[in-house]
Structures are given as structure tokens and as C-alpha cells.
């Protein structure tokens, strides 16, 4: 499944829409004795061919995989020759394992072989669904993700596999110049994974990942977040004149997790006083099951902010308080003296100066701020870009932001 730009802007972010994380979903897929969970999962739908007789046409940039190799019926080709490509939600599931790589295609309930002997008596079933959708007035976010419900994962049932003996070596490679994570086959022919990664560094945490240690801090990420990290800088230096802008995030919509010693509040609720707004509920889904899991929260669509401290008298606590209080249309800017959380002033209801365009809820001085980082994180590919804000009391909160997290990236690099 590719990124979808249009869900970044420079201004604000939206992930709601997205499916539920490939890693989360292929743990519970994990069947065989001894197989753990994945390396890494990822989502792959539109599938291109580099094969004598299957040379595509389309832009390799496009595909979320390149099956290649020197003749027809290779290893590759006779791996994914019965996956048609489809359009639309996350219906190719690949997980790397330490013993195989296996595909799972979605299907509804019943499997892939259940589905055409209900086609004849789905027909009713399907009518009452309609009736039931027009009825139902929440809003749907994607392909599946409905206000008020958890995020849920997709039904997927095995389709194929090729065994770790088959597998001769993974490597970042380039195809027309884009990086790709390089699966090699002991016969020469091999698979090409984009799969909604730009940037080298993003195939280079998934090559870390595939031989146990994945790098922590990426550096500048592709040249598509590039624009929108120098246009949310204006803003902010709009927005706080005669302040030294070194980090901009997004307004990101989404709720905050939070770790507070061994209480795992997902979603968090404030725990401290909170300003007045008004602003409308936001009508979003609720986070997935799997979210009160260990490190589930990484691959939930909902959960945009992530908090972890050992008391709730914590800097990253504060922020979380907010950022969940007003749903995510706080930003936070980091200056050269400060770290601060700035809403529209039209949405608190007791503004200090209702003239200014941005108010700040919360500061915190900088020199309560040990450090900012950009990291990625998760077993899912892509890999999910966060801003990273270590504080001084020890407390660490964490922002997925792309934006934020290109800043932080190249922050002193000019």
C-alpha cells in the first residue's frame, strides 16, 4: 500500500483513514511452531512485472512491488503469478519471518473458496446491508474505519510462501532511480519492495530490520516532504514573529497513548486543568484492539501522539494533556528558547488576547528539553516516521509527524 501524500499537508496530518497496521496484523497470522512474529509485514497491491514476455508499461514508481528474474515460471513469477492486482484497500499481505515469506490475500468471512457459492444468496444479505448504511449516519474514514468503532483488522487467509532456503539475500538496491528493498532468489530472479517507501533510509531500516538491527534515526527524508517542511517553517515564523523556528509540526489528528509507569492509558484523557474550547467532538475512530498491547499503539491509525513517563507530574504529560484535550489542533513549535503549543485563538472560549491569530497554552523553557530527534519505528513497511522530544525529567514524547520529523532530521545540517 503506497503513502498517501494527500493525508500530509504542511499544516496539518491525518492518518485516520489508514487500515490497521501489516506487522500488528500479521502477528495474529503467526501460526507455525517456533516461527515468532515478523521481521516485517507489509501491504502490497499493485504488482509489476520485469520478465521476459511481462514487461510492463506503467511507472515502476507506482508499484508497491517489481516481480523480476530472466525467464518465465522463475521462482518470482511462479511465487505471485496467481495475484491479480486489485485497486483499493490492503488486499496482499507479505510477512518475512525467519523461516519463509509468506503472502495472505484478504478475503471475507468464509475464505477465498466461500465466496462464489454466496454470490446467489448474498443477494438479499446485500440489500439489507445497504439499507442498514444509508441509515447509519457516522462517518466512515477509508475503506473501513468507522466513527465510534475500533479499528479492525482485515481478514486475510494464505495464499503462498517461499521458505528461507529459497531466499539467497535482501539488499537496498535502485530501480529508475528510486530505492527498493531487493529480495534475491537462489535462482537469480527476485522481488522489488517499494511498498510506499521514498526515501533510501526508509529501505534501509527495512534492510536493518530483515538482519536484526534496524537504524533508529533516519536522515532527511524524500524530496515530497521537502516542500511542505519549508512551507510549515513560514507558517510558524508567521505565526510567532521574531521567534527562531527550529521545529514546526502539524496539527495532527489523532489521539495521544500514554505510558505512565505501568498504567497504559490508551486513548489519554487530561490529567490536568484544561483551557476552555470550542471546537466540535471529533468524530473519529476508536483505536484498535491491539492498541493495549505492547508497542500495538505503533501501528494504529488513530494514535498520533505517544507519551511515556514514570509519574503524570512529567513535561511529555503536560504536553499530552493538551494535545489530547484539543484533538489534535494544537502544534507544537520548538525555538531556539522554547517549546510551545499554539492553537487558533478562535477556538478557546477565554482567550488572553483575542486579537492574536495563535495563542500558546503551554511553554516549556528549552533548557527542559534534552533533545529532538527524528526516528522511524514498527515492523510495518513503510516504516512510520515520529519526531522524537526527550525532557529532562526523563519523560519522552513522541509525534507522528513526517514533517516535524524531517526538521529534526536535518536540524545543524544547514
Known amino acids: 500500500m503506497r503513502v498517501s501524500i494527500g493525508a500530509v499537508r504542511a499544516d496539518a496530518t491525518e492518518f485516520l483513514a489508514d487500515p490497521l497496521g ?17 521481521v516485517w509485514a507489509a501491504y502490497a497491491d499493485k504488482h509489476l512485472f520485469d520478465l521476459p514476455g511481462l514487461h510492463h508499461h506503467d511507472d515502476d514508481k507506482s508499484a508497491d512491488l517489481i516481480v523480476w528474474g530472466k525467464a518465465l515460471d522463475c521462482l518470482a513469477h511462479r511465487y505471485v503469478r496467481t495475484v491479480s492486482s486489485l485497486s483499493g484497500g490492503p488486499h496482499r499481505l507479505y510477512v518475512l519471518t525467519r523461516q519463509r515469506l509468506a503472502l495472505y490475500t484478504r478475503t ?18 446485500l440489500g439489507k446491508d445497504l439499507a442498514e448504511r444509508v441509515a447509519d449516519r457516522r462517518k466512515l474514514w477509508g475503506l473501513g474505519n468507522v466513527e465510534g468503532e475500533p479499528v479492525a483488522p ?24 528510486a530505492p527498493v528493498l531487493r529480495l534475491r532468489l537462489v535462482d537469480g530472479s527476485g522481488l522489488d519492495f517499494l511498498v510506499g517507501m521514498t526515501d ?3 529501505c534501509e531500516y527495512a534492510l536493518g530490520l530483515t538482519n536484526g538491527a534496524p537504524p533508529l534515526r533516519p536522515g532527511a527524508r524524500g524530496d515530497w516532504a521537502a516542500k511542505l517542511a519549508r512551507e510549515a517553517l513560514e507558517q510558524a515564523t ?39 474550547l470550542n471546537l466540535p467532538p471529533a468524530r473519529w475512530p476508536l483505536p484498535a484492539v491491539t492498541s493495549q498491547g505492547p508497542d500495538g499503539w505503533l501501528d494504529d491509525p488513530t494514535i498520533a501522539y505517544w507519551a511515556q513517563a514514570d509519574r503524570a507530574d512529567r513535561d ?42 495563535v495563542t500558546s497554552v503551554l511553554d516549556v523553557p528549552a533548557a527542559r528539553v534534552r533533545r529532538v530527534t527524528a526516528e522511524l519505528a514498527g515492523r510495518s513497511l513503510p516504516p512510520k516516521p515520529w519526531l522524537r522530544v526527550d525532557f529532562t525529567d526523563g519523560s519522552t514524547l513522541r509525534l507522528r509527524d513526517p514533517i516535524a520529523a524531517r526538521h529534526a532530521a536535518t536540524m545543524g545540517k544547514g
Do not use: W
Open 22 to 38: 501489516p506487522a500488528t496484523v500479521a502477528r495474529s497470522l503467526m501460526d507455525q511452531p517456533g516461527e515468532g512474529g515478523p
Open 316 to 357: 511529555a504529560v503536560a504536553v499530552a494533556d493538551l494535545l489530547a484535550h484539543t484533538a489534535g489542533a494544537a502544534r507544537l513549535v520548538l525555538t531556539r528558547d522554547r517549546l510551545t503549543l499554539i492553537v487558533a485563538t478562535a477556538s478557546l472560549t477565554d482567550p488572553p488576547d483575542p486579537t492574536r491569530p
Open 200 to 202: 533510501r533510509d526508509e
Open 154 to 177: 482485515p481478514k486475510m487467509e494464505p495464499l503462498a510462501e517461499i521458505r528461507c532456503g529459497q531466499i539467497a539475500g535482501f539488499e537496498v538496491a535502485e530501480r529508475a532511480a
Open 238 to 276: 508567521v505565526l510567532l514573529p521574531g521567534a527562531e523556528i527550529l521545529v514546526a509540526a502539524t496539527a495532527n489528528a489523532g489521539y495521544v497513548g500514554a505510558q505512565l509507569g505501568r498504567e497504559l492509558r490508551v486513548p489519554h484523557t487530561p490529567l490536568g486543568r484544561m483551557p476552555g
Open 108 to 125: 471475507e468471512p468464509g475464505g477465498f473458496l466461500a465466496r462464489a457459492a454466496r454470490v446467489g444468496s448474498g443477494i438479499m444479505a
